[in-house]
């Protein structure tokens, strides 16, 4: 009841999303692209990078959002205090949030640098689609 419409919500919202549907999507992409464009590149660095980068990113994140979440509830429902009083209280969870996000943005970027660099397919994959 208390924590209905606050940063907890939010919280839940990206480590759900996360959890259940992005990285499902990256397992799928990991797992096809190399088999259908004739590279096996299970062992990237690259791609090693990038899956603890994001996951770091996100738990991050998340971790941000609950304990700004669990202080919001706290100083607004509890406390009593004014939405805006309680968003100045709260600015240090946002740049911990902003500073995990960018760490997020960097793995996907990299990802997304290995799925662009690898993802034209070989001779050997062209020669056995024709």
Same mark, same amino acid.
């Given at each position: 009841?208390? +924590?209905?419409?606050? =940063?907890?919500?939010?919280?839940? &919202?990206? $480590? !759900? @999303? *996360?959890?259940?549907?992005?990285?499902?999507?990256?397992?799928?992409?990991?797992?096809?692209?190399?088999?259908? +464009?004739?590279?096996? =590149?299970?062992?990237?660095?690259? &791609?090693? $990078? !990038? @899956? *603890?980068?994001?996951?770091?990113?996100?738990?991050?994140?998340?971790?941000?959002?609950?304990?700004?979440?669990?202080?919001?509830?706290?100083?607004?429902?509890?406390?009593?205090?004014?939405?805006?009083?309680?968003?100045?209280?709260?600015?240090?969870?946002?740049?911990?949030?902003?500073?995990?996000?960018?760490?997020?943005?960097?793995?996907?970027?990299?990802?997304?640098?290995?799925?662009?660099?690898?993802?034209?397919?070989?001779?050997?994959?062209?020669?056995?689609?024709?």
């Amino acid at each position: 009841m208390y +924590t209905h419409g606050t =940063l907890v919500t939010a919280m839940h &919202g990206h $480590l !759900a @999303f *996360w959890g259940a549907y992005g990285m499902i999507v990256l397992a799928i992409i990991s797992y096809t692209l190399p088999n259908m +464009t004739g590279r096996k =590149l299970y062992d990237s660095a690259n &791609g090693v $990078l !990038a @899956f *603890w980068l994001s996951n770091i990113g996100m738990i991050g994140m998340t971790t941000a959002f609950a304990a700004a979440g669990v202080a919001q509830v706290y100083m607004e429902r509890i406390m009593g205090l004014e939405f805006g009083e309680v968003q100045k209280e709260l600015q240090v969870h946002f740049i911990i949030l902003v500073l995990c996000a960018t760490l997020f943005t960097t793995g996907i970027g990299i990802f997304i640098y290995e799925f662009i660099r690898y993802g034209t397919p070989t001779d050997e994959a062209l020669e056995t689609k024709n």
